[in-house]
């Protein structure tokens, strides 16, 4: 659902960037189906983003509603501090407001499925790498996909074609496409629903957002082979189709959904 109670979408955001003592000096951006909305700010302190987001109250709270401040714990990654947080109800909603440190660069696409070629280098694919890395050994209670999620979407989807019992479990950011990667400079944004995941989870969410752009597809399957080249790996971006033509179910462009079968045909005919 938009973000359209109480103040509105750009009352939400003034009203938090006001209560956070900020400046808004920048056009918002809105999330995915326009759940959130945030903008550039600046303050006292410097420059900061300035995010809210609404729910209905039932859904307010824990892990997806705290990610982004949980996220503090994961040492060496590029991703946005969050300074400060408030919340107020907003009938019939919950709204949580987050002010957080403002990352260097630009966003590589403004939709998570990549149409041209990212402002990216040998240097920043090798930071990604190693970014990735640090996170999936972070150890954590946090749990962003569960094994009986995993097999009930790989049964629905693909019957018996593919074991669906995971191996090896992982951290992962869990929602590692396009629109939430930065560059030049690596920035990882967008952290509602990092935990544990089948290992290879985010490689395989980066691949198949890339695969409307070959060229960076086949960087992706070049730099990510460990993870993508493995029987978890291969679960993790069966999983990840699934996900993404349920969504194409439910109002997503379908256009991307030939490359998605594709895909799955290649996987599953090894």
């Known amino acids: 659902d938009r973000i359209e109670c109480g103040f509105g979408r750009s009352g939400l955001l003034d009203h938090a960037a006001g209560g956070f003592g900020l400046d808004l000096v920048g056009a ?13 700010a600046r303050g006292p302190d410097g420059d900061r983003w300035v995010r809210v987001t609404t729910e209905f109250p039932a859904w307010a709270h824990g892990e997806f509603w705290n990610g982004n401040a949980d996220a503090a714990a994961l040492d060496g ?3 946005p501090e969050v300074v400060e947080v408030t919340e107020w109800d907003d009938p019939p909603r919950r709204v949580r407001a987050e002010a957080a440190t403002l990352l260097p660069g630009r966003v590589c696409s403004p939709t998570p499925f990549l149409s041209e070629t990212p402002e990216t280098s040998a240097r920043w694919w090798a930071d990604l790498h190693g970014a990735l890395d640090r996170v999936a050994d972070h150890q954590t209670a946090r749990v962003a996909v569960d094994q009986d999620t995993i097999t009930r979407r790989l049964v629905v989807f693909f019957g018996n074609a593919i074991d669906p019992t995971v191996q090896e479990w992982r ?18 944004l967008d952290w509602e629903s990092w935990g544990r995941a089948p290992a290879g989870l985010d490689a395989a ?12 597809a086949e960087r992706v399957r070049e730099v990510f082979a460990d993870q993508l080249d493995t029987p978890d790996g291969v679960r993790a971006q069966l999983y ?12 997503d462009d379908p256009a991307v959904a030939p490359l998605l079968h594709r895909r799955t045909h290649e996987l599953l005919n090894r």
Do not use: Q
């Open 28 to 40: 918002p951006v809105f999330g995915w189906h326009d759940r959130t909305i945030g903008a550039p």
């Open 77 to 79: 990654v590029p991703h």
């Open 171 to 188: 951290t992962a950011h869990a929602d590692l496409h396009w629109n939430n990667l930065l560059g030049p400079d690596l920035g990882i």
């Open 205 to 216: 969410t980066l691949y198949c957002h890339s695969l409307t752009h070959p060229a960076t």
């Open 240 to 251: 990840v189709i699934a996900r993404l033509l349920l969504r194409i179910e439910r109002g």
